[in-house]
């Protein structure tokens, strides 16, 4: 399964593309690469402890829970998501590859380094690493960068040997995440889309729903659940 920020709008979480959505008074480039950072890491920084913030102060919702109790129904689950926010963790999700990165983490920028306790960066006074002096940086992976080799490989890997892929709330726009349910419908997976417009996937997707992930998913769990006759503990009855 893949997510993208759209299953976090219910929560309250901008998405980045949309009309209102996180980049409108920026491009991504501006704000989530290497070299804005280098040119304003004032202003990266004042955006990210914005964007902190806000989630600090958001909760999960149906769409999250639902893949939560899917996660808990099906032995052999993974959840390969691009959000950044944690909220599928709070969730209760398990087996969670974070493509992306995760928000509440920082490290350094020049030599990687983790920031070992979640701390408050000060835009205007950001943190020197104590391993070699670079400066501290949000612990998320930019436009331009690599992805984890052992994430993305790992992602790749399920894509390949799963039976069922549901992307859920991503433009598929971003790669390499948007190559991932291509990927797995080559493989012979069948694929569902949750989307509330369509997007690059949709011609290809098996089943493409329109809709807000908060009211299609839990539809779709119980559907699952009735044609899988699945028990609580993810065993046939
Ligand atoms: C709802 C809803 C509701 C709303 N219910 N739905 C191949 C082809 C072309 C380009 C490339 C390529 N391979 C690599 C690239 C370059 C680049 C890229 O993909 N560019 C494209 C934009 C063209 N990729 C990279 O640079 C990646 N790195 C890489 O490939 O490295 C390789 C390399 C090799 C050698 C040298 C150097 C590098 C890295 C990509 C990193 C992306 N980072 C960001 C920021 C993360 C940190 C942060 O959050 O600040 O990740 S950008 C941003 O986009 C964020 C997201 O995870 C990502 C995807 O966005 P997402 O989740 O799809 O959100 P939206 O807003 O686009 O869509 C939301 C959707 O939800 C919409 O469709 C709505 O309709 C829907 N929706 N409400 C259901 N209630
Ligand atoms: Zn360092």
Redesign the pocket.
């Known amino acids: 399964m893949l997510t993208?920020?759209?299953?976090s709008?219910?929560s309250g979480v901008p998405?980045?593309?949309?009309a209102d959505?996180l980049w409108n008074k920026f491009k991504?480039e501006e704000l989530?690469s290497m070299a804005a950072f280098v040119a304003n890491p004032k202003m990266v920084w004042e955006w990210?402890n914005w964007?902190r913030e806000l989630i600090a102060n958001v909760k999960p919702n149906a769409?999250h829970f639902a893949i939560a109790e899917l996660s808990a129904l099906l032995p052999r689950f993974t959840l390969v998501t691009?959000?950044?926010d944690g909220l599928h963790a709070l969730a209760g999700s398990r087996n969670i590859v974070e493509l992306?990165?995760n928000?509440g983490r920082s490290k350094c920028s020049d030599c990687g380094l983790l920031v070992p306790e979640d701390c408050h960066i000060d835009p205007s006074a950001i943190p020197a690493c104590r391993g070699c002096g670079g400066k501290i940086r949000?612990d998320?992976?930019?436009?331009?960068?690599?992805?984890d080799p052992n994430i993305i490989d790992a992602a790749f890997r399920e894509a390949e040997r799963c039976d069922l892929f549901l992307s859920?709330?991503?433009?598929?726009?971003?790669?390499?995440?948007?190559t991932l349910p291509v990927v797995a419908k080559r493989h012979g997976a069948t694929l569902i889309e949750?989307?509330?417009?369509p997007?690059p996937l949709s011609a290809m997707a098996d089943i493409s729903v329109q809709?807000?992930?908060?009211d299609v998913l839990p539809v779709v769990v119980e559907a699952l659940k009735r044609r899988h006759r699945l028990s609580p503990s993810g065993e046939p009855r």
């Not at 998320?140 to 992805?147: A, I, R, S």
């Not at 809709?211 to 908060?214: A, I, Q, R, T, V």
């Open positions: 993208g920020a759209g299953i709008a219910e998405t980045f593309r949309s959505g991504p989530a990210y964007r769409g691009q959000n950044v992306h990165g928000i949000p998320v992976v930019w436009f331009g960068e690599m992805l859920v709330g991503t433009s598929a726009l971003v790669h390499p995440a948007a949750v989307n509330l417009e997007t809709g807000k992930s908060g």
